[in-house]
T-cell receptor, first 115, second 114 residues
Framework: KAGVTQTPRYLIKTRGQQVTLSCSPI?????VSWYQQTPGQGLQFLFE???????NKGNFPGRFSGRQFSNSRSEMNVSTLELGDSALYLC??????????????FGPGTRLTVL | AQTVTQSQPEMSVQEAETVTLSCTYD???????LFWYKQPPSRQMILVIR??????QNATENRFSVNFQKAAKSFSLKISDSQLGDAAMYFC???????????FGTGTSLTVIP
């Protein structure tokens, strides 16, 4: 089975711009979660999508949004970029049906640099 | 919200020796799952081991084993016969039995000394 893929792997943007990141989950997985990883804050949960619906949401401003398509692929959008948005953005997929034990598998991440 | 605490920001171990990484968590739930993930310099997060809270037996995966103390809410990872490839950041994670949100600790950076 192919793993979780994320595109692009690296991205450089300037303040005020917007960016869209993409995540393709493992085949058969219906849940996609997004995390922001920075040296100072560690791994912070952004949101989770399951069957095209946002099921969980972390404590991030509305500039961060996402969506999921019928094929379970997910996109994350950040508008009006700020310097503090520079981070590694990780996507993780799982079956999403709960129960024992539904493990998240991570993609390689997208490194976003905001200048 | 559940919290996961890793009190050791950095650890080091000699090659072939054994090291234990600590993790504690706070929850009022009885049904949950615990995980250890490894993040090497490539930044790819890799599942190391997982434990169901309802199982009393500690999980083991080759050189990796856990010491799960449910009453103490402790979930430590033991790495035996440490290898250079074990050098990485290790994250402890918690998932509720009823939801799909994961909560991660702040990580422990493990250095393996040749």
């Amino acid at each position: 089975k192919a793993g979780v893929t994320q595109t692009p792997r690296y991205l450089i943007k300037t303040r005020g711009q917007q960016v869209t990141l993409s995540c393709s989950p493992i085949s058969g997985h219906r849940s996609v979660s997004w995390y922001q990883q920075t040296p100072g804050q560690g791994l912070q949960f952004l949101f989770e999508y399951f069957s095209e619906t946002q099921r969980n949401k972390g404590n991030f401003p509305g500039r961060f949004s996402g969506r999921q398509f019928s094929n379970s692929r997910s996109e994350m959008n950040v508008s009006t970029l700020e310097l503090g948005d520079s981070a590694l953005y990780l996507c993780a997929s799982s079956r999403g049906a709960g129960g024992a034990p539904d493990t998240q598998y991570f993609g390689p991440g997208t490194r976003l640099t905001v200048l | 919200a559940q919290t996961v605490t890793q009190s050791q920001p950095e650890m080091s171990v000699q090659e072939a020796e054994t090291v234990t990484l600590s993790c504690t968590y706070d929850t009022s739930e009885s049904d949950y799952y615990l995980f250890w993930y490894k993040q090497p310099p490539s930044r790819q997060m890799i599942l190391v081991i997982r434990q169901e809270a309802y199982k009393q037996q500690n999980a083991t995966e080759n050189r990796f084993s856990v010491n799960f103390q449910k009453a103490a809410k402790s979930f430590s990872l033991k790495i035996s016969d440490s290898q250079l490839g074990d050098a990485a950041m290790y994250f402890c994670a918690y998932r509720s039995g009823t939801g799909n949100q994961f909560y991660f600790g702040t990580g422990t950076s493990l250095t393996v000394i040749p």
